[in-house]
């Protein structure tokens, strides 16, 4: 039984597309997170919910918007898709706030062309 | 000068030797965490520490708040600890999380 879930794993799209990523927990967690891996292997921090409300949005394009429907869910829609957003996409959860330990989901590879 | 310096960058090691990994930072935290990603891309959090010392199984986590730095140990190593192995710290109230750029480690049989 998945805790912390992703899809789709790979997505392979076209510059301009729009494109959705959905990520999901079954842990209970408060918080969640979208974090980017990058081709250098360097992972960031993207967005932090807590309780359904955005925490952290660190200085990224606001063609990507995180939507959490519930505590459960945060998914990551991106419009208009540039060939630099190709990169594996991490969602994570936590009891908390980073005090906790992180668990993450498997990743999505999203490749633009 | 980066936030969180991890070294090695690159570790090559036999199997049953003492590894040892360090992550030094320059900002307060209130915690920080030891990440392990293998080839196959997966992110597993290996430990969470404000102080002290932990352990689990082979591995074990130190950190010295006063010299800000952390060091992570695995004894015998095993070919199945290679993996990228990442430091990260949260950082006071602003819940940021910064990330090191982690250490590759190959254990040979």
């Known amino acids: 039984d998945t805790a912390v879930s992703q899809t789709p794993k790979y997505l392979v799209t076209q510059m301009g597309n729009d494109k959705s990523i959905k990520c999901e927990q079954n842990?209970?967690?408060?918080?969640m997170y979208w974090y980017k891996q990058d081709s250098k292997k360097f992972l960031k921090i993207m967005f932090s919910?807590?309780?359904?409300?955005?925490?952290i949005n660190e200085t990224v394009p606001n063609r990507f918007s995180p939507k959490s429907p519930d505590k459960a869910h945060l998914n990551l829609h991106i419009n208009s898709l540039e060939l630099g957003d190709s990169a594996v996409y991490f969602c994570?959860?936590?009891?908390?706030?980073?005090?906790?330990?992180?668990?993450f989901g498997p990743g999505t590879r999203l490749t633009v062309t | 000068k980066n936030e969180v310096e991890q070294s090695p960058q690159n570790l090559t090691a036999q199997e049953g030797e003492f590894i040892t990994i360090n992550c030094s930072y320059s900002?307060?935290?209130?915690?920080l965490h030891w990440l392990q990603q293998h080839p196959g891309g997966g992110i597993v959090s290996l430990f969470m520490?404000?102080?002290g010392k932990k352990k689990h199984g082979r591995l074990i986590a130190t950190i010295n708040i006063q010299e800000k730095h952390s060091s992570l140990h695995i004894t015998a190593s095993h070919p199945r600890d290679s993996a990228v192995y990442i430091c990260?710290?949260?950082?006071?109230?602003?819940?940021?999380?910064?990330f090191g750029k982690g250490t590759l480690l190959t254990v040979n049989p």
């Open positions: 994570a959860s936590s009891q908390g706030l980073f005090r906790y330990e992180q668990y």
């Open positions: 842990l209970g967690h408060d918080t």
């Open positions: 919910y807590n309780n359904k409300e955005l925490i």
């Open positions: 900002v307060g935290i209130s915690a």
């Open positions: 520490l404000s102080s």
């Open positions: 990260a710290l949260s950082g006071g109230s602003n819940y940021k999380l910064t």
